[in-house]
């Protein structure tokens, strides 16, 4: 149990379009999401807290119009690069916490990450 | 932004020798967790310790938490090739909602 995926897993896009990625927990609901981002070797950097049916909460330094985030079902959430520049070329990964379980600990169970690369 | 450091940064070590990994986190916490993951994949929960807890195992895997000093760290007994992969502690807060990752540790095992 506790799956989540993403989707596309790769993607290459060229300069100026925008990318949508999928985030989905597959055998739970999930009221909030997290979007994270991860360079080459670092760690993981928290985008945004991404909530079922109101707007989602980014982190300082985050630009929401070009990290659009919607969490429109409990299953589901997308993040949409816009305008793409190279430089946001890195690896995306979500997570979800199972609504069921809600507590302090915040369990959160992770997606296999996307592989983005803007030309 | 990111709670604090995780040292070794990058460790190398023969498969069945134990590898030691600490973390230091700078605000309170509810509790710390650690995950791995392997190269270009998702992230794999492995154990959480809670504030008030100062040690637990699960499996090959032993994680201490002093809060005291604002550390924890993991142990890996016995490793194998397999093992080999980043571990990232991270820490929930007290009014708890968000992950906040330490820079991470490279392990490598060679067999």
């Known amino acids: 149990g506790a799956v989540v995926s993403q989707h596309p897993s790769r993607v290459i896009c060229k300069s100026g379009t925008s990318v949508k990625i999928e985030c989905r927990s597959l055998d739970f609901q999930a009221t909030t999401m997290f979007w994270y981002r991860q360079f080459p070797k670092q760690s993981l950097m928290l985008m945004a807290t991404?909530?079922?049916?109101?707007?989602?909460?980014?982190e300082q330094g985050v630009e929401k119009d070009k990290f659009l985030i919607n969490h429109a079902s409990l299953t589901l959430s997308t993040l949409t690069v816009t305008s793409a520049h190279p430089e946001d070329s890195s690896f995306y990964i979500c997570?979800?916490?199972?609504?069921?379980?809600?507590?302090?600990?915040?369990?959160?169970?992770f997606g296999p990450g996307t592989r983005l690369t803007v030309l | 932004s990111q709670q604090g450091e995780e040292d070794p940064q990058a460790l190398s070590i023969q498969e069945g020798e134990n590898a030691t990994m600490n973390c230091s986190y700078k605000t309170s916490i509810n509790n710390l967790q650690w995950y791995r993951q392997n190269s270009g994949r998702g992230l794999v929960h492995l154990i959480l310790?809670?504030?008030?807890?100062r040690e637990k195992h699960s499996g090959r895997l032993r994680v201490t938490l002093d809060t005291s000093k604002k550390s924890s760290s993991l142990l890996i007994t016995a490793s194998r090739a397999a093992d080999t992969a980043s571990y990232f502690c991270a820490t929930v807060g007290g009014y708890g909602n968000k992950l906040v990752f330490g820079a991470g540790t490279i392990l490598r095992v060679k067999s």
């Open positions: 991404s909530n079922e049916g109101s707007k989602a909460t980014y």
């Open positions: 310790i809670r504030s008030n807890e």
């Open positions: 997570s979800a916490r199972d609504s069921r379980r809600v507590s302090s600990y915040n369990e959160q169970f």
